[in-house]
């Protein structure tokens, strides 16, 4: 059996010990370990209840071809660097906002808002974004491995997904043009037009009433472009599961 660094626990009362790496499955997190209450409570109550059992399961590993080998397998996904989940705790919505605020730990703030290429990953599923994403009415600051953006919020622009804030999908799309890069925009905005969770004349009707805004003018260019060429990626909606605004 190739040999391989075990996991580092995120919450836990005392480090982990060195141990030969088997199936993930045969090293769940320690039943006895205390739970990581307070995890996503600068969010709501409701969050940090929910988030318990994510918490917990949260797994710290170094950056590694080993540990690459271990995601591409199937048997990690990357949440932050270096912090992971098994992806059988990532399956809903709710599990994978608070994934992110668990990840966070207390960095996370009550102003944080998940945004861009981390709140399409929210609605629709798939491999996390290769970084998080969001957004926040205060000054911005510095967290490893997120990109956070000071921004204005109009009240419709925030839902709430398991007590954690996500921004809608159509303020999702206008993120996605404005700020990431067209390997990440594109086919996360695709694939929120498929499943119809954003409709793309409430897109552009949002770009031509925003004004002073950076970015507008490259992501209403950015909009016309995609919608211009191939707009049905697959030949049906993808599947989420999800309404177009998810309020628990």
């Known amino acids: 059996m190739e040999e391989l660094p075990a ?4 919450i836990r009362a005392r480090s982990a010990t060195p141990a030969q ?3 993930l499955e045969h090293h769940r997190p320690d039943e006895s370990a205390p739970p990581s209450v307070g995890l996503c409570a600068a969010w709501s109550r409701h969050a940090a209840e929910l988030a318990v059992p994510l918490g917990a399961a949260l797994q710290r590993w170094d950056e590694t071809p080993a540990t690459h080998g271990l995601i591409v397998d199937g048997k990690l996904q990357r949440i932050l660097p270096g912090i992971f989940l098994p992806p059988d705790l990532l399956r809903t919505a709710v599990q994978r906002a608070l994934a992110l605020g668990c990840a966070m730990g207390g960095h996370l703030q009550a102003h944080h808002v998940i945004a861009g290429p981390s709140a399409a990953w929210v609605v629709l ?3 996390p974004p290769p970084y998080a994403e969001l957004l926040s009415p205060a000054h911005r600051g510095d967290l490893a491995g997120v990109v956070l953006r000071h921004s204005r919020l109009l009240p419709g622009d925030v839902e709430t997904v398991g007590g954690a804030p996500v921004t809608v999908p159509v303020r999702t799309a206008l993120d996605l043009l404005r700020f990431a890069p067209p390997w990440v925009a ?3 905005l695709h694939r929120l037009l498929d499943s119809g969770h954003a409709q ?3 897109i552009r009707l949002r770009l031509r009433t925003m004004h002073r805004y950076p970015g507008v003018q490259a992501a209403r260019d950015r909009l016309e472009k995609i919608l211009g060429g191939q707009l049905v990626v697959s030949g049906a909606p993808v599947p989420t599961g999800l309404p177009s605004a998810v309020t628990r």
Do not use: L, Q
Request: charged letters at 30%.
């Open 21 to 23: 790496h088997g199936p």
């Open 186 to 188: 594109e086919p996360a």
């Open 125 to 127: 599923g798939g491999m």
């Open 200 to 202: 793309a004349e409430e």
């Open 7 to 10: 996991p580092r626990r995120i």
